[in-house]
C-alpha cells in the first residue's frame, strides 16, 4: 500500500468566522446562502438548477480517507438532515471540513426543505457540535411550478387553410398591447401544455380541469397523454402532457366560448415535488367567430396598393368572392378588387395614395361562411399608408464586367426620386459618373475598384449627370437620369462607372464598377502543379481564337496605392487564342487585361495560383496486429518509395521510426535501414511497461529532408483476447419490405467448435432513408438511384403517401430481440420487423448489432447493415443536362448496381419517355417491380408513351446513353427498368419538363450545366484510347481540348457541331500516366450559340442567339498495372494442426507467369498472428497496389469571362421594365436592377407585371406561415463514436472488472497505476519478452506465448518453374484460430497480399481462465475453459491445478471433474474454476492439466502453464483537503485527521505533500502531462514546454522538474518537424499541405520568448523563433487581404501578434488597420485572455513605461472576473514574468 496525501492551501479573501472558542466545533457556513446568491435577507434561499447545499464547519469532522469508498456515504459520517425533501441525491465530504448534498436531477420545482446538523455531531478529534456559535439549520426552497401552453394541433383547421392556421393569433377586438394569449381550441385539436418541472401524468389527469370562464361548474371532459417528443424521454423527467377534447363526449367548446384550463394550488403533480403553490391557469376558446384579425398597432404604415388578409379558417367552397367583395367598403372610398390568393389569403387592391388614412369596414354578411361554416361579422380597420419610397437607383451590375461591343449601349440610365438631406450628396454634385479608361490607366482602375467606397473621389474628366433636390417627393416625380456614353466608346472599350448609391441609413457612398464593351472572351485555366497558366481568347462575333492578343495579368491587396499595383505576368495568344502565364501564390486580387487590336477586355476573375510543398517520398507500414499490451513485441514492415515514380526506390538514406509511448519519457527511435532491391524494410520495437493507454503512431522520418513519409497507429490497452466469437451474417442481399431478411447466428470457439444453445441478444436500429424523404438519392457522380415512384410534391411509395393521409410522421424507431442458436451453434432465422407500428419501406437502412455473453463471461460482437430494397439491385439514370429543353436532344445515362456498389454491366435495360400529368405517382408493382400509375393500372393505359430508346445496356458510361427529346412543353418523366434474371423487375424514373404555366413563372435564363463529358471507360492504361462522349447545345462552336496532369499538358482545337459529339484522345505515357485531367472549353459565337426548336418564354435578360462558352471537365483513371503481382494463392499443407507439431509447410504461388526479370525473385512478409487479437482490433492492412499508384492528378480551377457577360439588350429590356413598372405604379422601386440572368433563383424581371405587382402587399392582420407537418423528416441521427471493431471498448483499463477480466455484469475498476517499484501494473496472460517457466518440468505443458506466432518479416524467395515457393512455418503453442497474412513485393515494385487461416488444436484443449488483476490478500476464481474438438470422444475428464504455493494459495481441493458426450461438432466449452488467495508479491505460477482415465491409467489430455502477478494490495490512492486561510499575518493551526486504509504491514507507505500559491498549479499542469495520449497537435506540444519555464524560478529539487525538462527537449524536436520553413508552425503531422496559422505562431513565439527570457537565449533556437515570427507576420497580412470587408476586426489575433512580437512591433503592411492604437482603442471588446495579453505586452516592453494603459487593462479585469477555468490554449499565459519596473499597475497585473 502506498497512500500519497496533497494538501493544498487556497489564500482567499478574508472572511468574516465567528468570535467563538477555538475548542469547538461550529458551522462556517451553509450554501447556497441568502449573499452567495445575491438575495434579500429571508428565511429561506432559493435552489436552482443543479445547486449543491454545502455545510463547511471550522475543523475537521471525518479523518481523511475515511470517506472513499463507492457508494452511499455510511449513516455515521452523514452530518446533517435533509427534512421535508423526496429528491434522490447524494451526500459526499469534499474536504473533512466540507459536506454536500447533490441532487441525482435538477431540482424540480416546488421543493421545500430544510437542512439540519446533527446535533450529535461529533469532530474527529472528539469536539461536539455548537449551534450557539452560529446556525446549524437552514431552509431551501425551489421555485414555483410554471405552466404554459406550447403548441395546438388542428389537423381540420390545417386542411381549411392549406397548413396556414395558428391557435395563438388574437381574435378581432383584441387589445393589440396585451400579453395575455388566448389558446383557440377546435374540436379535433391536441394542446401541448408544458411545465417548467417534470410532473407525473397519473397526477396532473387527476388534478387538472377545463372549465368554463365565467361558469366555474362547467366542465369540459379532457383526454391527458404524454407529448410525442417526450416519449424518448424518462417517465420520471417529462415536462410535456398533450390534451385533447373528450370525443366520447357531447360537452365541447361553443363559438369564442372562453374558458381556462386549471392547475389548482395545494395539489401533488409529482414524486420527488411538494404541494403546488400557485392556482396555474392557461386561456383557452372556442373556434372564433368569422371575423378579420385586425389587430394591428394604431402607428403602422402601409405600402403598396394591396393589402392581405388572414382568413383564420379559409372560405366555404359556396361563398363567392363577389359576395366577400359587397361585404367590404373603403372610406375614402376607392374601387376595391378582392382576391384569394391561398386557402388562408384574401387581397384587397385599391388604388390607395400615399401617406392617406383609410377605414376599411366589413359588415356581417350571413351568405359568407369559412370553413367552418361560420358567417362572417362585423369588424373594422384604419389604415394609414406611408409616403412615396425614394430612391437613387442604377443597374445593379453585381458581378459583370463586360458587354458586347456591336450596339453598345449609348447611354447608362438612373433613376431617382429623392428630397434633400444631410445624408445626401449635397444639391448639385453629380451622382453618376462615367471615364473611358485607356490602357496606361489600369493601374488606376484597379485602385478605384479596391478603394474604400466611404473614401473614394470621382475621375476627373468624368462624364456626369446629377439628380435634381430642389422637387418635392410628395409629387412622386420619378427621374431619370441619362449619362451618354457613345462618345466615350471610340475613347475606349473599357469604362469606369462610379455611381453614388444608398447604403446603410439612408446614407450614400461613391461605388466603382469597370465596364468592358467588347468582342473579347478569355477562359482562365490555373492547375496546382506550378505550370503555367493558360488563357484561351476568342472572338464573341466569329466564335474563333484570336491570335497575338496580349494577357497582362495585375496583383493587389485591398485598399491599395498605385505602386501597390503590380503585374505578375505577360503573355501573348498563340494561333491557337492560347496564352501562357507564369503566376505566382498570392493571396492578393488579380486582375487581367486582354488587349487585341482597339479593344481592352478587362477581368476580375482570374483564379489563385495554388501549389502545395511537394512529398518527395511515401511510406506505407503495416504491423503485426493493431493491439498490443505493455511489454509486448511491435513488428513493423514498411515500404518506401519517390512520391512522384511510385516505382522509383529511394537511393541509400537515412530513415528513422519514431513513436512517443510516454510523455514523460519522450520519443522512442529506431533506425531503419531501406532494402536498395526492394525499397522495404523491417523493425521490431518493444512496448515500454510504462506507456500511456491509447493510440500511438509510428512515424517514418526520412533525415534527408527532415519531413515524415508515413505514419501508422498502434493501440495499447490491456485486452483479455475473447476464447470464443460471434458470427452474424445476412442470407440475403437485402431487407425485402414484407418480407424481412434471413440472418445467420453462429457461435463457435476459436479452436472451431460449435457453442449450442447460445443466447444472443438483438438490438435493432431504422433508419428512415432517402425514400421517406425524398425522389431517391444522389452518388458523387449525380446519378439518382430513384426506388420507382415520382410525383412533384410527395415522392414517395404508397406507403410513404398512406401514412401522410394519416397525419404520421415516419420517424427512426430501434427494439431489441434475444434468440438462441441451434445444437450445431447456428441459427438461421427471418429477421422480420413488419409487425412494428411503422415498418421498414425502400430506401430505409436497419442496423443489427448482436451480442453474446460466452461460457466464460466474455462479450463478444457483431453487427450487420441491411438495406430495404425490393432486391439487392438498384437502377439509377441521369440524364446530360440538369433540364432538358423541349425539342432539344438530351442523352440519358443508366446504371444499375448492388446496395455495395458494385457496378452490373452489360444489363439490358428499357428506357422510355412518357408525357406525364405531374401529379400522378408511378409506383412499382409489389410482385413483379414493374412501374405501374396509381390503381395499379399499366403506364401504358394512363399515359402516352412519347419516345422509346432500344438496345440500351447498363455501365454508367457512353455506351449507355440514350437519346431522347422531348416533342412540347409540358411535364414528362423518363422511365427506366431492367428485368433480373430471378423474373423481377428493378425500375427508377426521372421527371423533365415543365408546363408552360411552370415556364411562364420561370422562363429560360440560361442553359445551366449544359456540357457534360462521360469516359467510355472506368479506368484505362497507359496506351489505351479514351472516348469522350456529350451533347453540344450549339449549332457550330469551336472547341478548346486540354489533356494532361502534373508532369505536362497538350492543347488542341476542333470544331463542334450541334448534338451528339465524341472525342478520342490518347491515354500517353507523357501526359496521362498516373490519371490525368480532360478539359474540353467551347465558344459559340452570335446568331450559333443555341436554336430553340420548340418556342419556351425567354428571360428579358437571356438571348439565345447571343454568344455563350461553356467549360466542362473529365478526371481519366490510369491504371498503375506495374504495381499489382498477379493475384497470390496460399496453401497450407494442413489447415488443422496440433501444437504438438514444430512446422508446417505453407506454399505460395503466384496465379499467373510473370516474364521480365525480377519479378520470380520476391521478398515476402508473413504473419501469423492469433485471429482472436486480429478480431479484437484488425491489423493496418494498406492496400499497397493503390497506395504506391502514381496519382499525378493536379487540381484545375478554370474561370470565364462569360460567367460575367451582359447583353445590350438585357440592360435595355431591364431599363425598359423598370421604367413602365414605375410608370403604372408608384410604389415600386428599382433597387435590384439585374443585367444578367441569375441562376440561383431567377430573378422579377422574369415575371409577367401582374405576377410582379403581386409580391407587393402589406399584410394588414397577421398571417402565419405555412405549418404543414413534415412527414418525411427524420429524427436526429444518432451518432456513435469510431472504433476499432465490436470489442474495442472491452480494450481500455476502464472496462476492465476488477477481478478477473472483462466478463460480462462485473462492475468495472480504476485503471491500475505503476507499482512502487515501477514495475508493470497491467496483468494479462503472458508477455513476449519470455514464457512462463515450467515449474513441473513436463515437456508436454504448453505455455501461452506471443499472439503473433511467427514472422517472417524479410524472407527472400525465388520461385520455382511452377511459380511457387514453399514456407516453414513454426506451428504456434497456443491453441486456436491463426490468420496467415503474407505481403510480397518484387524488384520493379509490384505488391500483392494473400491471407489463410490456420487452426491449432487438440482433441481437448485447454485455455486460461485467470484473473487480469490480483493483489496480496484477494481472494480469486483462478481454472480453465475445456473445449472438446474431437466429435468422437467421451468419458470423464479430470481438471487439476497444481501452483507455487508461496504466492498462490488453494482453498479448495484443487480438482474437479465432468462428463463429456460424444457430439457431431465436438462439445461446447466448459469452465473450471477453484477459489484462490494470492498471498504475496510477484508472479503466481499455476499450471492447469486434463487428464482422462484410460484402462486405469491417466492420460494427459492437455495441460498449460500460466500465471498471475501479484501486485500490492492497494493502488497509490491521492487524496486531497483544503482550508481557508486569512490574508493577514496571524498564525493558523490546521488540524487534519487521517484514516488508514487496511494494509499488510510493510507493504505500504504515506507520503505527505502540502503547497500554497503559483507552484502548485504548475506542478499539477506538469504531473497532468504525463498522463496524457501523445500530442496530437501543435498546440499540446507547445503548451508541455510550460511547465519547465514555470518551475525555473522555484529553487530546491522536485522529481517533476527533471520530467519537465526531459519534456521541454523533446518538444522542441517535435515542433521542429511541425514547422514550415515559409508557412511557420501547423497543426498536425504529418503535414502534407501547409498554410498559415498565425494564432499558433504567436503563442510559440510568446512561449519561446519566456524560455529564453528565463533559461537564456540557447533555450529555444533562434532560427525556429525567426520561422515563427514572420509566418506570424504573413500570416496576419493574409488574414487582413481575406477579409471579404477589408475591416480587419480580429483583435483578440491581435492581441496575440502583439504579446508575441512585442509593442515596438510596427506592421510593415496595412499598418492603420494593425495599428498598436487601434488595438487599444477596441480592447474592451476582448475576453479577458485577451485584455491579459495587451496588459502583459506592455510590461514585457524592454523599456516599460505604460503604467496608464497596464493599469486600466488591469481595473477592466478585476471588474469581470467572476471564476476562471483555465483551458489549455491559455496555459502560457501562467509563465512567471519578471517586470522592468515596479509599477503599481504591473503589481496589479
Known amino acids: 500500500m502506498r497512500c500519497a496525501l496533497l494538501i493544498a492551501l487556497l489564500v482567499v479573501a478574508a472572511v468574516a468566522v465567528p468570535s467563538a472558542a477555538t475548542d469547538s466545533l461550529y458551522v462556517v457556513s451553509i450554501t447556497p446562502s441568502a449573499d452567495s446568491v445575491n438575495h434579500q435577507e429571508s428565511e429561506s434561499v432559493k435552489l436552482r438548477g443543479s ?39 447524494r451526500v459526499r465530504w469534499v474536504t473533512t471540513y466540507m459536506a454536500r448534498f447533490d441532487a441525482d436531477v435538477p431540482w424540480p420545482a416546488e421543493v421545500r426543505l430544510r437542512l439540519q446538523v446533527k446535533h450529535d455531531l461529533v469532530s474527529h478529534d472528539g469536539l461536539h457540535v455548537d449551534c450557539s456559535a452560529s446556525p446549524c439549520d437552514a431552509s431551501f426552497h425551489s421555485a414555483p411550478l410554471a405552466m404554459s401552453v406550447g403548441r395546438v394541433s388542428s389537423a381540420v383547421a390545417d386542411e381549411l387553410t392549406d397548413g396556414r392556421w395558428a391557435a395563438n393569433i388574437a381574435p378581432y377586438g383584441s387589445d393589440p398591447h396585451s400579453a395575455e394569449v388566448v389558446w383557440e381550441w377546435p374540436h379535433d385539436a391536441v394542446v401541448q401544455v408544458n411545465f417548467n418541472s417534470p410532473v407525473s401524468l397519473r397526477l396532473i389527469e387527476q388534478s387538472m380541469v377545463l372549465r368554463d370562464r365565467e361558469d366555474h361548474s362547467a366542465l369540459f371532459p379532457l383526454r391527458f397523454e404524454w407529448c410525442d417528443e417526450e416519449l424518448h424521454v424518462p417517465e420520471h423527467a417529462r415536462r410535456c402532457v398533450a390534451l385533447s377534447q373528450s370525443k366520447a363526449s357531447a360537452v365541447h367548446l361553443a363559438v369564442d366560448q372562453r374558458a381556462e384550463l386549471l392547475l389548482p394550488q395545494r395539489v401533488q403533480f409529482h414524486e420527488y415535488s411538494s404541494e403546488s403553490s400557485l392556482d396555474l391557469l392557461a386561456q383557452v376558446s372556442g373556434i372564433y367567430s368569422f371575423r378579420f384579425p385586425f389587430t394591428l398597432p394604431e402607428d403602422n404604415y402601409a405600402r403598396f396598393y394591396r393589402f392581405q388578409l388572414w382568413l383564420r379558417h379559409g372560405l366555404d367552397a359556396h361563398s363567392s368572392l363577389e359576395d366577400v367583395r359587397e361585404c367590404i367598403s373603403i372610406t375614402p372610398e376607392l374601387p376595391l378588387t378582392v382576391r384569394q390568393r391561398e386557402a388562408a389569403v384574401l387581397e384587397l387592391e385599391a388604388p390607395f395614395a400615399p401617406a392617406t388614412s383609410y377605414r376599411i369596414a366589413v359588415k356581417s354578411c350571413p351568405s359568407v361562411l369559412d370553413g367552418f361554416g361560420l358567417p362572417l361579422l362585423e369588424c373594422d380597420v384604419t389604415v394609414r399608408t406611408s409616403a412615396w419610397p425614394t430612391f437613387v437607383a442604377g443597374a445593379s451590375f453585381g458581378d459583370v464586367t463586360s458587354l458586347e461591343r456591336s450596339d453598345a449601349v449609348a447611354e447608362l440610365t438612373t433613376f431617382a426620386r429623392v428630397a ?48 435634381d433636390r430642389s422637387l418635392e417627393v410628395s409629387e412622386a416625380t420619378l427621374q431619370e437620369v441619362g449619362v451618354d456614353v457613345s462618345a466615350l466608346h471610340d475613347v475606349s472599350s473599357l469604362l469606369l462607372l462610379q455611381q453614388y448609391e444608398s447604403y446603410y441609413g439612408g446614407r450614400f457612398q461613391l461605388s466603382s464598377r469597370a465596364l468592358s464593351f467588347t468582342s473579347l472572351s478569355v477562359v482562365f485555366i490555373v492547375d496546382s502543379s506550378g505550370s503555367p497558366a493558360k488563357a484561351w481568347v476568342t472572338n464573341t462575333a466569329t466564335g474563333e481564337a484570336v491570335v497575338g492578343a496580349q494577357v497582362t ?46 479593344e481592352t477586355l478587362f477581368v476580375d476573375a482570374v483564379p489563385r495560383m495554388y501549389t502545395a510543398a511537394a512529398q518527395p517520398l511515401k511510406a506505407a507500414m503495416t504491423l503485426d496486429r493493431g493491439i498490443y499490451k505493455p511489454g509486448d513485441r511491435v513488428l513493423v514492415k514498411g515500404y518506401v518509395r519517390a512520391s512522384d515514380a511510385p516505382g522509383d526506390i529511394p537511393p541509400q538514406r537515412d530513415f528513422s521510426l519514431t513513436v512517443v509511448w510516454n510523455n514523460a519519457h519522450g520519443q522512442v527511435s529506431d533506425e531503419v535501414a531501406i532494402d536498395s532491391e526492394f525499397g522495404a524494410f523491417s523493425s521490431e520495437l518493444t512496448v515500454p511497461a510504462d506507456a500511456s493507454y491509447g493510440m500511438h503512431y509510428l512515424t517514418l522520418h526520412d533525415a534527408s529532408s527532415g519531413r515524415s513519409c508515413g505514419a501508422v497507429g498502434a493501440l495499447v490497452a490491456d485486452p483479455r483476447p475473447p476464447t470464443v466469437k460471434l458470427n452474424e451474417t445476412a442470407l440475403g442481399p437485402v431487407y425485402v419490405p414484407g418480407a424481412g431478411v434471413s440472418l445467420e447466428l453462429a457461435t463457435r470457439t476459436y479452436v472451431g467448435t460449435p457453442v449450442p444453445n447460445a443466447d444472443v441478444s438483438l438490438q435493432w436500429r431504422l433508419q428512415r432513408g432517402a425514400s421517406a424523404s425524398g425522389r431517391g438519392h444522389r452518388n458523387p457522380s449525380g446519378m439518382v438511384f430513384g426506388c420507382g415512384w415520382t410525383s412533384p410534391e410527395a415522392v414517395a411509395p404508397p406507403s410513404h403517401l398512406a401514412l401522410a393521409d394519416e397525419s404520421r410522421a415516419l420517424s427512426n424507431a430501434a427494439g431489441e430481440m434475444t434468440r438462441t442458436t441451434a445444437e450445431g451453434g447456428v441459427l438461421d432465422f427471418v429477421f422480420s420487423l413488419e409487425d412494428e407500428e411503422a415498418a421498414p419501406v425502400e430506401g430505409d437502412t436497419i442496423t443489427v448489432d448482436a451480442e453474446w455473453v460466452g461460457p466464460t463471461g466474455e462479450l463478444t460482437q457483431d453487427s450487420v447493415t441491411l438495406t430495404v430494397a425490393p432486391t439487392e439491385l438498384r437502377l439509377g439514370v441521369q440524364p446530360s443536362v440538369e433540364q432538358p429543353l423541349p425539342g432539344f436532344q438530351f442523352g440519358v445515362y443508366l446504371s444499375l448496381e448492388k446496395v455495395s456498389g458494385e457496378q452490373v454491366i452489360g444489363r439490358p435495360v428499357s428506357v422510355a419517355l412518357y408525357a406525364w400529368d405531374g401529379a400522378t405517382p408511378i409506383v412499382p408493382d409489389g410482385d413483379s417491380g414493374k412501374l405501374v400509375a396509381a390503381g395499379g393500372l399499366p403506364i401504358d393505359d394512363v399515359f402516352e408513351e412519347i419516345a422509346v430508346c432500344t438496345g440500351a445496356v447498363s455501365d454508367g458510361g457512353v455506351s449507355s446513353m440514350c437519346s431522347l427529346v422531348m416533342p412540347s412543353t409540358g411535364a414528362y418523366v423518363v422511365v427506366a427498368e431492367a428485368l433480373l434474371e430471378s423474373g423481377q423487375t428493378v425500375a427508377t424514373t426521372y421527371p423533365v419538363g415543365k408546363t408552360e404555366a411552370e415556364w411562364e413563372e420561370r422562363p429560360l435564363d440560361g442553359l445551366g450545366n449544359s456540357l457534360q463529358l462521360h469516359t467510355d471507360q472506368p479506368t484505362y492504361a497507359v496506351g489505351d484510347s479514351a472516348t469522350l462522349r456529350f451533347y453540344s447545345p450549339f449549332p457550330r462552336a469551336t472547341a478548346l481540348v486540354i489533356i494532361g496532369n502534373a508532369h505536362g499538358k497538350k492543347t488542341w482545337m476542333r470544331q463542334v457541331l450541334g448534338g451528339e459529339a465524341e472525342l478520342s484522345v490518347d491515354v500517353d505515357k507523357e501526359h496521362c500516366t498516373g490519371g490525368c485531367h480532360v478539359l474540353v472549353c467551347m465558344a459559340a459565337p452570335r446568331a450559333q450559340s443555341l436554336e430553340l426548336p420548340v418556342d419556351v418564354p ?21 491504371r498503375d498495372e506495374a504495381r499489382a503481382l498477379p493475384p497470390l494463392s496460399l496453401s497450407l499443407a494442413e489447415s488443422v494442426v496440433a501444437p504438438e507439431r514444430e512446422t508446417v509447410d505453407l506454399t505460395v504461388s503466384v496465379s499467373a507467369p510473370v516474364s521480365e526479370d525480377g519479378y520470380n525473385e520476391l521478398e515476402l512478409c508473413v504473419f501469423v498472428v492469433d485471429q482472436a487479437w486480429l478480431d479484437m482490433r484488425p491489423a493496418p492492412t494498406p492496400d499497397l497496389p493503390a497506395v504506391f499508384s502514381t496519382d499525378l492528378l493536379d487540381y484545375l480551377s478554370t474561370s470565364t469571362v462569360a460567367n460575367t457577360f451582359a447583353l445590350n439588350s438585357g440592360y435595355e429590356q431591364a431599363r425598359d421594365i423598370f421604367r413602365r413598372r414605375m410608370q403604372r405604379n408608384q410604389w415600386v422601386t428599382p433597387e435590384d436592377w439585374p443585367v444578367r440572368p441569375r441562376y440561383w433563383g431567377g430573378s422579377s424581371l422574369d415575371m409577367t407585371d401582374e405576377a410582379y405587382f403581386a409580391t407587393l402587399t402589406t399584410r394588414i392582420t397577421p398571417i402565419p406561415y405555412t405549418s404543414r407537418p413534415n412527414y418525411y423528416l427524420d429524427e436526429e441521427e444518432d451518432f456513435e463514436l469510431a472504433g476499432g471493431g465490436g470489442m474495442i471498448d472491452e480494450l481500455l483499463p476502464e472496462a476492465a472488472a476488477a477481478d478477473d477480466g472483462n466478463k460480462a455484469g462485473r462492475p468495472p475498476s480504476p485503471a491500475p497505476l505503476p507499482s512502487a517499484a515501477g514495475g508493470d501494473a497491467r496483468i494479462g496472460s503472458a508477455s513476449d519478452s519470455a514464457a512462463t517457466p515450467d515449474i513441473s518440468g513436463s515437456n508436454a505443458v504448453r505455455h501461452q506465448t506471443s499472439p503473433t506466432a511467427f514472422h517472417a518479416v524479410a524472407e527472400r524467395v525465388e520461385l520455382s518453374a511452377q511459380l511457387s515457393a514453399v514456407i516453414s512455418l513454426p506451428v504456434p503453442a497456443n491453441v486456436g484460430s491463426y490468420a496467415v497474412r503474407v505481403f510480397a513485393v518484387s524488384k520493379h515494385s509490384s505488391f500483392a497480399f494473400a491471407h489463410t487461416e490456420m487452426t491449432v488444436r487438440k482433441p481437448v484443449n485447454l485455455n486460461a481462465d485467470m484473473p487480469r488483476i490480483g493483489r496480496v490478500g484477494d481472494r480469486v476464481m483462478v481454472g480453465a475453459t475445456v473445449t472438446v474438438a474431437d466429435p468422437q470422444f467421451h468419458g470423464a475428464v479430470v481438471v487439476r491445478m497444481r501452483s507455487d504455493c508461496s504466492r498462490v494459495a488453494f482453498l479448495e481441493e484443487p480438482e474437479k471433474s465432468f462428463e463429456v458426450q460424444p457430439h457431431s461438432d465436438g462439445a461446447a466449452p466448459v469452465e473450471v474454476q477453484f477459489a484462490a488467495l494470492l498471498k504475496e508479491l510477484g508472479t503466481g505460477e499455476v499450471e492447469v492439466e486434463a487428464v482422462q482415465l484410460v484402462d486405469g491409467r491417466e492420460r494427459v489430455l492437455d495441460a498449460i502453464g500460466t500465471g498471475v502477478e501479484v501486485l500490492p494490495p492497494q493502488q497509490e490512492v491521492f487524496v486531497s483537503t483544503s482550508m481557508a486561510l486569512r490574508a493577514a499575518g496571524d498564525r493558523r493551526e490546521w488540524d487534519e485527521g487521517i484514516a488508514m486504509p487496511p494494509a499488510l504491514p510493510g507493504t505500504g507507505l504515506l507520503s505527505l505533500e502540502a503547497a500554497v500559491g503559483f507552484l502548485p498549479s504548475v506542478v499539477s499542469y506538469a504531473r497532468t502531462l504525463d498522463h496524457y495520449r501523445p500530442y496530437m497537435s501543435a498546440l499540446d506540444v507547445v503548451c508541455s514546454l510550460v511547465p519547465r519555464v514555470a518551475l525555473h524560478p522555484y529553487p530546491g529539487e522536485m522529481p517533476v522538474r527533471a520530467q519537465a525538462e526531459q519534456r521541454f527537449e523533446h518538444s522542441l524536436h517535435l515542433l521542429k518537424g511541425l514547422t514550415d520553413a515559409s508557412y511557420g508552425l501547423q497543426w498536425l503531422l504529418p503535414v502534407r499541405s501547409p498554410s498559415y496559422a498565425p494564432w499558433l505562431d504567436a503563442v510559440a513565439l510568446h512561449v519561446a520568448n519566456r524560455a529564453r527570457a528565463a533559461l537564456g537565449s540557447s533555450a529555444v533556437p533562434a532560427a525556429l523563433s525567426s520561422v515563427w515570427a514572420s509566418a506570424l507576420e504573413q500570416g496576419v497580412y493574409a488574414r487582413v487581404d481575406a477579409d471579404p470587408n477589408h475591416n480587419f476586426v480580429d483583435f483578440e489575433l491581435l492581441a496575440d501578434t502583439y504579446l508575441a512580437l512585442g509593442v515596438e512591433w510596427t506592421p510593415q503592411r496595412h499598418s492603420s488597420l494593425l495599428s498598436l492604437s487601434r488595438l487599444l482603442e477596441h480592447v474592451d471588446e476582448l475576453s479577458m485572455a485577451g485584455k491579459a495579453k495587451v496588459a502583459l505586452a506592455h510590461v514585457y516592453a524592454p523599456h516599460h513605461t505604460h503604467d496608464q494603459v497596464v493599469g486600466n487593462i488591469a481595473e477592466l479585469l478585476l471588474s469581470s472576473i467572476r471564476f476562471v477555468c483555465i483551458p489549455s490554449s491559455l496555459l502560457p499565459l501562467l509563465l512567471p514574468f519578471a517586470p522592468s519596473s515596479s509599477s503599481s499597475s504591473s503589481s496589479l497585473l
Do not use: K
Request: contains cysteine.
Open 51 to 89: 445547486d449543491a447545499i454545502t455545510v463547511t464547519f471550522n475543523r475537521p469532522v471525518i479523518p481523511l480517507g475515511s470517506d472513499y469508498a463507492d457508494g452511499e456515504l455510511p449513516a455515521e459520517l452523514v452530518p446533517f438532515t435533509l427534512e421535508g425533501s423526496a429528491v434522490p441525491g
Open 420 to 467: 434633400g438631406g444631410a445624408d445626401a450628396p449635397p444639391r448639385g454634385m453629380a451622382d453618376v459618373h462615367v471615364s473611358a479608361v485607356q490602357p496606361d490607366r489600369v493601374r488606376e482602375l484597379i485602385v478605384a475598384l479596391n478603394q474604400r467606397q466611404d473614401q473614394a473621389t470621382p475621375w476627373e474628366g468624368a462624364v456626369t449627370a446629377a439628380v
Open 553 to 598: 495579368v495585375f496583383a493587389c491587396p485591398w485598399n491599395p496605392s498605385l505602386h501597390d499595383v503590380r503585374s505578375v505576368a505577360h503573355g501573348i495568344t498563340s494561333n491557337l487564342g492560347v496564352a501562357e502565364l507564369e503566376l505566382e501564390p498570392t493571396y492578393d486580387r488579380m486582375y487581367a487585361v486582354v488587349q487585341a487590336r482597339d
Open 1098 to 1118: 425567354l428571360s428579358p435578360l437571356f438571348d439565345p442567339f447571343a454568344p455563350m462558352t461553356v467549360v466542362a471537365e473529365a478526371a481519366i483513371a490510369v
